[in-house]
């Protein structure tokens, strides 16, 4: 039971261009979600996070949208960077339960 | 203030020997949690614990595995016998007390099974 999908395994950006990484859930109950980039041979580095209460969180670069409704979130990374390129995880957690349920993850390129 | 530390970032056993994955967590944070990432897949999670409590291990595989987090010393994820399937990464996130959302995570072990 996949409760948070990443349907899109990869994506391909141009510099300069936004990137936009999409996550859908399945269980309402989730209280926040969290994004994470990794890269290679590294652990996954905490990006930006939303609470179920918020429609939208923004970070510089980074800004997450969570439509509640359609149980979707999306990150969008403007303007993208070659440094960007990565995987991207997006995880959804409960306070009930302390544990983060994890995508499968998107891995970005951004190319010149 | 030094982030979460796995060791070792690589190792290799044979088939039916016994892995010892070691965690210490950031400075302050008590919460303990393993992941493991199988090639080609998410992080799935294995076990969550506080200082001498495993708080939940839902996802920790019913035979061969165990975690602990002693009142001192790193929290260790100990594979017996392990077997091919076993290879993966396997990482661990630690939080403060208290609801931080965020969970920092170390660099993980790559443990690979011959």
């Known amino acids: 039971d996949q409760q948070v999908k990443q349907n899109s395994p990869s994506l391909s950006v141009q510099e300069g261009r936004i990137s936009i990484l999409n996550c859908d859930y399945t269980?309402?109950?989730?209280?926040?979600f969290l994004w994470y980039k990794k890269y290679p041979a590294e652990g996954p580095t905490f990006l930006i996070s939303i609470s179920s209460i918020k429609d939208k969180n923004e970070d510089g670069r980074f800004t997450v949208f969570l439509n509640k409704s359609a149980k979707h979130l999306s990150l969008h990374i403007v303007p993208s960077q070659p440094g960007d390129s990565a995987v991207y995880f997006c995880a959804a957690g409960a306070y009930n339960t302390d544990k983060l349920i994890f995508g499968t993850g998107t891995r970005l390129q951004v190319f010149p | 203030n030094a982030g979460v530390m796995q060791n070792p970032r690589h190792l290799v056993r044979r088939r039916g020997q016994e892995a010892r994955l070691r965690c210490s967590p950031m400075k302050g944070h008590s919460h303990v949690y393993w992941y493991r990432q199988l090639p080609e897949e998410g992080l799935k999670f294995m076990v969550y614990l506080q200082k001498e409590n495993i708080i939940d291990e839902s996802g920790m595989p019913k035979e061969r595995f165990s975690a602990e987090f002693p009142k001192e010393g790193p929290s260790i994820l100990r594979i017996q016998q392990v077997v091919r399937g076993d290879s993966a990464a396997y990482f661990c996130?630690?939080?403060?007390?208290?609801?931080?959302?965020?969970?920092?995570f170390g660099q993980g072990t790559r443990l690979t099974v011959v």
């Open positions: 996130a630690s939080s403060p007390p208290g609801g931080s959302v965020e969970a920092f």
């Open positions: 269980n309402s109950m989730f209280d926040y």
